[in-house]
């Protein structure tokens, strides 16, 4: 693994980014990522596959349809066309009549697929390249298309920067709404060599722990140590340019100290803290834990006593 060269990463503005410094701290925050990601995560069909040709069409298939719906129509098209060859030998009409009657978006689409499945036979004697540079030499294939293929397939990718990888840096390390910045910070998380779960890991905790409006607590979300959104409450992001509702919020704490507390008869403060938010301590300690069971108390939700010499909560019975 690389630990980069933080000067590397201030933003053209000179806003850097909070990445920890320390390179073991780097390490931590990427070992909870892939373990995050390799204990449970989304089982789609073509994350089981190192084979170039499926992960090209779940990617292209997946431009404009939900991820759901992809599943039935790549197995379905890889019933029909199971390898490059098959593809290229089709009809393009019926390649066209497979994408419009699983209504997979532009039909442009397919014919391209077709056509960089005929550059690999002819053009690669069958086999795929193996470089994002190389594979956007392929029909229809971007730059973004053809990392996730190098990534996917060979272990060979950059880090991806889309929408939601965008979201979960700007809110994880306060990284500026900068697209090279964002390039450079990606980057300097992958580990070297493993695109391939590095991608997938970081996509994944985008699309179900890091939605514009987020899940953290509820899917354990494995970056809330570090988490500069978490530690402050504010979840804005480029593609959420306003507070999502509840998550972050006052509203969010209180609702977690209930449901804590409900789970127990009860608790010392020094015991609650940590159990509704991974960072406590510090300006979100005792004393900001004190000012919301003090709103909770007034709503006659909570009640507050001293035993043993320390302070107490208990739901109000």
Not at 193 to 213: D, F, H, I, P, Y
Not at 222 to 242: K, L
């Amino acid at each position: 693994m690389t630990d980069g060269d933080a000067s590397t990463l201030d933003a053209d503005d000179g806003d850097a980014p909070a990445l920890p410094d320390d390179p073991a701290e780097v390490d931590a925050v990427r070992d909870a990522l892939v373990e995050w990601y390799e204990a449970d995560h989304r089982d789609f069909p073509w994350r089981r596959t190192h084979d170039p040709y499926e992960i090209l069409v779940s990617e292209v298939m997946s431009q404009q349809t939900q991820l759901g719906r992809v599943v039935e129509a790549w197995a379905d098209f890889l019933e029909e066309w199971p390898t490059a060859a098959d593809l290229a030998a089709a009809d393009r009409s019926d390649v066209v009549s497979f994408w419009s009657g699983h209504s997979l978006g532009y039909n442009n689409r397919a014919k391209y697929l077709h056509e960089a499945a005929r550059q690999v036979v002819e053009e690669y004697d069958g086999e795929f390249p193996r470089t994002p540079d190389e594979l956007s030499e392929l029909m229809g294939v971007g730059p973004y298309t053809a990392n996730a293929v190098a990534s996917f397939a060979f272990d060979n990718g950059d880090a991806v920067v889309d929408t939601n990888v965008k979201r979960v840096l700007h809110r994880a390390f306060d990284v500026p709404d900068d697209d090279p910045t964002f390039e450079r910070v990606a980057s300097h998380l992958m580990p070297d060599g493993e695109s391939r779960v590095w991608n997938n890991a970081v996509m994944e905790l985008g699309g179900v722990a890091c939605q514009k409006t987020p899940k953290c607590d509820e899917e354990g979300c494995p970056w809330r140590t570090w988490c500069h959104a978490y530690e402050t409450g504010d979840f804005t992001a480029p593609d959420v340019p306003t507070q999502p509702e509840f998550e972050g919020s006052r509203r969010q704490f209180r609702g977690r100290i209930i449901r804590v507390l409900g789970e127990y008869d009860e608790l010392p403060l020094a015991d609650l803290g940590p159990r509704i938010r991974v960072d406590y301590g510090g300006e979100t300690g005792e004393e900001w834990l004190c000012g919301l069971l003090s709103d909770l108390a007034d709503d006659e939700l909570v009640e507050l006593a001293e035993r043993d010499g320390e302070t107490v909560a208990r739901l109000r019975g």
